[in-house]
């Protein structure tokens, strides 16, 4: 695609967060399903079991995006469906869901676009170590291999991971997210593991396409979750404490995966800290695969001043609220960072096709009695933060496409169903799909987009 000047419009969900059916067709237990049986773990104990039930209703979803006029669709595959414990042969029944799902779009004209790790680990592999243990990257390849090899005929855009800071950082040291473990050692490993396995898994991908002939318009990336660090003043601590954040968040992704070496003010002070980086021989040639496409998911940024240093000796820092509007998560709604934080990435890390691979909102909904949403909030957050990422591109960014997060409400992980992102309203009683005011807005600006009436440069 990148090879294409048009600039992609899509919808973005996840496996776990929609599809439901956790028990079917071979799919084996992901570290999802035994979080949400964790009491405490989830708000009001919700689980991903039925979800939106995609699972069953795929093509009414399929058909609502060819509604909206998406180019894409970003969509990721469940490990324990495609390959039950996460070792073995695929599982033809749990490939056949996301076959038929990759046909039902082609026939739509809407492009699958995969990633192939949401969060949901099959729980076998946690049980043998987790993203901690160095072997689990070698079955994150073993297992893009499979997803390839069913689905690589049709789908040219793969990217291996959806933000690596969540499943590392939630995951392992705060222990908010699946498999909900507090070891920072532990979460520092995860860190290194998962880049690797991304790294893996991307050599695995270009090598199986090379050897069908199919390297013509494949495009092999990862999404990160980044976010925009202002320090709250010019003094060295709130410096000090905006360049730390901006290394635990960003830095620590971007310059193994882009440059080939990890930041090392970062690596250093994580040694020092005892909990360091596990990188063997040639480890960062493999994380430094050639990125096509590096998927940015923002939401907000932060106002960063120094704090006293935490109990165990880790820098800390706190926020600076300001006074800006918040969505349902606290998140303080600023458009103005998301165009600065593209121009930072195209200035440092020159050298991607950046997508905005997730970008909304979460709001307060209500709903009329057809279930209709008048989300104006949603709306001109969308509408926001769209302006501001082409006006990036206008300035020179090498973004080619804009996917709204997310095309239903879903699973919001620890927050469960409280909180709902969807520019689609799902009633989880009767699973009826309503399309909310920001649908209609996302469908006019695609197509006025389209149209030239927006410069599309
Ligand atoms: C993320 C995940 C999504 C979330 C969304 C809202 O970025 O955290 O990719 O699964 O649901 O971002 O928090």
């Known amino acids: 695609m990148t090879q294409n000047a048009k600039f992609l419009w899509g919808v973005a969900t996840s496996s776990y967060q929609i599809e439901g059916a956790v028990g079917e067709d071979g799919r084996t237990p992901s570290i999802w399903d035994t979080f949400c049986a964790t009491p405490g773990a989830v708000a009001d104990g919700d689980t991903g079991a039925v979800a939106c039930d995609h699972y069953h209703r795929m093509p009414e979803d399929v058909a609502l995006m060819a509604g909206l006029g998406v180019d894409v669709y970003r969509f990721s595959l469940a490990w324990p469906r495609v390959q039950p414990d996460g070792k073995g042969a695929g599982n033809p029944a749990g490939i056949a869901f996301y076959d038929r799902l990759v046909d039902e779009l082609l026939a739509k004209g809407i492009l699958p676009w995969i990633t192939l790790y949401h969060w949901d680990l099959p ?92 390297s013509e318009g494949l495009e092999v990336g990862i999404t990160l979750n980044l976010s925009h660090k202002i320090p709250a003043s010019d003094s060295p601590a709130d410096l000090a404490a905006a360049r730390w954040d901006d290394g635990m968040s960003n830095r620590l992704y971007l310059d193994p995966l882009l440059r080939g070496e990890y930041p090392a ?23 430094n695969q050639p990125v096509d496409v590096l998927g940015v998911n923002y939401y907000t940024s932060r106002v960063v001043q120094a704090a006293p240093v935490g109990g165990n000796g880790w820098p800390a820092s706190r926020s ?28 440092d890390y020159p050298g991607p096709a950046w997508y905005i691979t997730e970008n909304g909102a979460a709001y307060p909904d209500v709903a009329d009695e057809s279930g209709y949403v008048r989300d104006t909030a949603r709306e001109n957050y969308l509408r926001t933060h769209i302006d501001a990422a082409l006006e990036a591109r206008g300035k020179g960014v090498n973004l080619r496409g804009y996917f709204a997060w997310s095309l239903l409400d879903n699973f919001e992980w620890a927050y469960g169903y409280d909180r709902r992102f969807g520019i689609v309203r799902v009633d989880y009683d009767t699973q009826k799909r309503t399309p909310k005011r920001s649908a209609r807005y996302f469908a006019e600006r695609i197509a006025a987009e389209k149209a030239g009436q927006f410069p599309q440069s």
């Open 320 to 347: 600076v609220p300001r006074d800006v509007e918040r969505t349902a998560m606290d998140w303080e709604v600023t458009p103005e960072a998301l165009t600065d934080l593209l121009l930072r990435l195209e200035r």
């Open 265 to 287: 003010d970062i690596a250093g002070k994580l040694a020092e800290l005892g909990c360091p980086l596990p990188v063997e021989e040639g480890d960062l040639g493999l994380i």
């Open 123 to 214: 729980q076998a592999l946690e049980d043998a170590g987790g993203w901690p243990a160095r072997d689990t990257a070698y079955r994150f390849a073993e297992y893009a291999e499979i997803a390839y090899n069913a689905l690589g005929d049709r789908v040219r855009q793969w990217t291996t991971m959806n933000e690596p800071w969540c499943s590392a950082m939630l995951g392992y040291v705060f222990g908010q997210h699946a498999p909900g473990r507090k070891d920072a050692r532990a979460g520092m490993a995860a860190v290194h593991h998962l880049l690797l396995g991304h790294g893996l898994a991307s050599r695995t991908i270009r090598d199986a396409a090379a050897s069908r002939g199919r």
